[in-house]
């Protein structure tokens, strides 16, 4: 899955926004961007690379706010922009990188036969009972 991920991410993201996507994925806290701090983020980036970063930021952060206008910006972004082909090749790069990296925060998988802490009984203080007369 990871070969197939870096193939079309090679093929069609461009270098400087699979960088940018990669650093503010490794940075990410879980919560969605606003929107002006993708625009912030995209801004380091030649203008002709803008909308193909800002359309992979937000589909891996954010993939609500991914709107007609930013497919339409991406579609005639200077250089030739994007076709159908390149668009669902760079929104799923975006994707399963996100995913990649919200799996890598995930905890370890428990062995077979290793009981998990929700099947664990929590010690109960015994001034915590409370008791009652029958």
Known sequence: MYAIRSYYGRRSVPAP????????????????PARARVTEATAELPPGLRPAA?????????PYQVHDATI??????QG???DDRSL??????????????????????LAAG???P??????VKASSVERTNP
């Open 72 to 77: 339409a910006a991406c579609r005639s972004a």
């Open 118 to 123: 929700a099947d664990t009984p929590s010690p």
């Open 80 to 82: 030739g922009g994007h």
């Open 17 to 32: 926004v699979r960088e940018l996507v990669t650093r503010r994925l490794a940075a990410w806290d879980g919560a969605p």
């Open 54 to 62: 800002t359309l992979a930021l937000l589909t891996a952060l954010a």
């Open 88 to 109: 669902i090749e760079l929104t799923s790069w975006a994707s399963l990188s996100a995913a990649r990296r919200t799996a890598e925060d995930q905890p370890a998988p």
């Open 114 to 116: 290793t009981p998990s």
